[in-house]
Nanobody, 119 residues
Framework: QVQLVESGGGLVQAGGSLRLSCSAS????????MGWYRQAPGKQRELVAA???????DYADSVKGRFIISRDNAKNTVYLQMNSLKPEDTAVYYC?????????????WGQGTQVTVSS
């Protein structure tokens, strides 16, 4: 099992910044990918940014140039720096970890953290 604890959400005005953190603990070996998703009311959960299995980064088009994903391997933590926030970025943000073990994929989600951007 992998436990994910997120922090850093909140209320911010448009144009402002927030940084989200996600710390992983438990069975953290064999982590394949780690990233952030978000879900706005009435919408499907969507990828925001992630580290791929090849170690590169992947971003949603809507956040490119504004959000930066980073990680601290020593702390088993992934961050999402969100700049130039827009009201349409308002959503619950979830951390996701995927483990690949014996050719099986295990997906873990954090509890979610609310980000609200006021206009």
């Amino acid at each position: 099992q992998v436990q994910l604890v997120e922090s850093g959400g909140g209320l911010v005005q448009a144009g402002g910044s927030l940084r989200l953190s996600c710390s992983a603990s438990g069975s953290i070996v064999s982590i394949n990918t780690m990233g952030w998703y978000r879900q706005a009311p009435g919408k499907q959960r969507e990828l925001v940014a992630a580290f791929t299995s090849g170690g590169t980064t992947d971003y949603a088009d809507s956040v490119k140039g504004r959000f930066i994903i980073s990680r601290d391997n020593a702390k088993n933590t992934v961050y999402l720096q969100m700049n130039s926030l827009k009201p349409e970025d308002t959503a619950v943000y979830y951390c996701q970890v995927v483990r690949l073990l014996l050719s099986k994929k295990y997906i873990y989600w954090g509890q979610g953290t609310q980000v609200t951007v006021s206009s």
